[in-house]
């Protein structure tokens, strides 16, 4: 179990760094391993990326996030595990990616520098990750089919807001917690 979280404002203004450290703090439970902020803008949007990780398959600092892709333009964020993660890597290896950990992460952004948003349907796996395209201004949030690890998304105008856990959401500034009846129903009711 690992913890993500983070922060994208779409007008550019800049991510308070201490507000992604807080969203660790709050996490640290679920990764006490080791932890990781990334704050970094492009295509007129800021984004901040936090990660507490539990180390499980690459237990070497190869495996520390938010991890970035070859040329730097990528970073991610991921909690959970991709069951296919050593065919797609061979896969990718025969393709001429080289990797320099042993991390589902790693297969993950080599597979979107491949596939683009193709590259998810392939995941086969329980996850949750943020993936942080300069390039395109772009951060893709996604988890497994089943829902099985948590992501908490809140959006308050040009600012969107996302973690493991709800609480790591609070004390953002502009981000108020609040129920919502209709959310609440379809939670109970799906």
């Known amino acids: ?5 983070g922060i994208l404002d779409r007008r550019g203004r800049p991510i308070d760094a201490a507000l992604c450290r807080r969203m660790v703090e709050i996490l640290h439970h679920r990764g006490p391993d080791d932890r990781g902020v990334r704050i970094d803008s492009g295509g007129g949007v800021s984004v901040g990326l936090a990660h507490t990780r539990l180390a499980v398959v ?5 495996g520390h996030q938010p991890m970035s892709g ?3 333009a990528l970073w991610m964020v991921a909690n959970g595990e991709i069951y296919n993660a050593p065919e797609l890597r061979a896969e990718l290896v025969a393709k001429g990616y080289r990797f320099s950990s042993r991390t589902d992460v790693e297969v993950i952004l080599h597979l979107y520098e491949e596939e683009g948003l193709d590259s998810l349907a392939r995941l086969n796996g329980m996850f949750a990750v943020a993936l942080w395209d300069r390039r395109r201004g772009r951060l893709l949030l996604a988890r497994d089919r089943f829902g099985v690890k948590p992501l908490y998304v ?3 105008g040009d600012r969107v807001a996302f973690a493991s856990e ?3 959401l609070c004390g953002i500034e502009d981000f108020e917690a609040r129920l919502d009846p209709v959310a609440l129903s379809e939670h109970f009711t799906f």
Do not use: H, S, V
């Open 70 to 72: 070859a040329d730097g």
């Open 166 to 168: 709800a609480k790591a």
């Open 1 to 5: 179990m690992c913890g993500i979280g």
């Open 154 to 156: 809140a959006q308050r």
């Open 58 to 62: 690459d237990l070497t600092d190869a």
